[in-house]
T-cell receptor, first 110, second 113 residues
Framework: EDQVTQSPEALRLQEGESSSLNCSYT??????LFWYRQDPGKGPEFLFT???AGEEKEKERLKATLTKKESFLHITAPKPEDSATYLCAAPQTGANNLFFGTGTRLTVIP | KAGVTQTPRYLIKTRGQQVTLSCSPISGHRSVSWYQQTPGQGLQFLFE???????NKGNFPGRFSGRQFSNSRSEMNVSTLELGDSALYLC????????????FGDGTRLSIL
């Protein structure tokens, strides 16, 4: 059964304190692992797509990596504006729709 | 480039009523997917339309329906509203090809009284 699990559920960091968010997945024939950021009252904002184990992508203070079983979103020296819920998602086997993890709610304290 | 536009942003309805939500995708995107987001269940897939045809459907009752027009704009309809239908309804568009990212609108917040 296709499944995406995120941890931790919530994370509080001091400004400048680097950390990582985890997304483990069980998908037959992965056709992309997606990371999104969601701010309160907004829709998810696309961040990255990773397609194969070993792939890495970066954007500002964020770096996403992928292994055969999990993906990590590394946040380096976070700022308060990085506070948001981070979601990972994968396409359902044989379809185009995404199934999402429950997200990690990140709070960065000044 | 304009993003995905959803209207209205907020709706308040009572039980038993019906509602129609609208979504305008990114120009050139032929696939439109709808999701329901609630605090307890997270993001759940409702259905996907591609070139005016429903291509995939999630596990929701028949009260939830949708359609897509020739300009790729899509509407979602919920009939006989129940209290549990209160949620943020999100629309996402994409090129529709395998592995392509979906881009989301800011949703319609539906509250049922």
């Amino acid at each position: 059964e296709d499944q995406v699990t995120q941890s931790p559920e919530a994370l509080r960091l001091q400004e400048g304190e680097s950390s990582s968010l985890n997304c483990s997945y069980t998908v037959s024939g992965l056709r992309g692992l997606f990371w999104y950021r969601q701010d309160p009252g907004k829709g998810p904002e696309f961040l990255f797509t990773l397609y194969s184990a070993g792939e890495e992508k970066e954007k500002e203070r964020l770096k996403a990596t992928l292994t055969k079983k999990e993906s990590f979103l590394h946040i380096t020296a976070p700022k308060p504006e990085d506070s948001a819920t981070y979601l990972c998602a994968a396409p359902q086997t044989g379809a185009n729709n995404l199934f999402f993890g429950t997200g990690t709610r990140l709070t960065v304290i000044p | 480039k304009a993003g995905v536009t959803q209207t209205p942003r907020y709706l308040i309805k009572t039980r038993g009523q019906q509602v129609t939500l609208s979504c305008s995708p990114i120009s050139g995107h032929r696939s439109v997917s709808w999701y329901q987001q609630t605090p307890g269940q997270g993001l759940q897939f409702l259905f996907e339309y591609f070139s005016e045809t429903q291509r995939n459907k999630g596990n929701f009752p028949g009260r939830f329906s949708g359609r897509q027009f020739s300009n790729s704009r899509s509407e979602m309809n919920v009939s006989t509203l129940e209290l549990g239908d209160s949620a943020l309804y999100l629309c996402a568009s994409s090129l529709g090809r395998e592995g392509q990212p979906q881009h989301f609108g800011d949703g319609t917040r539906l509250s049922i009284l």
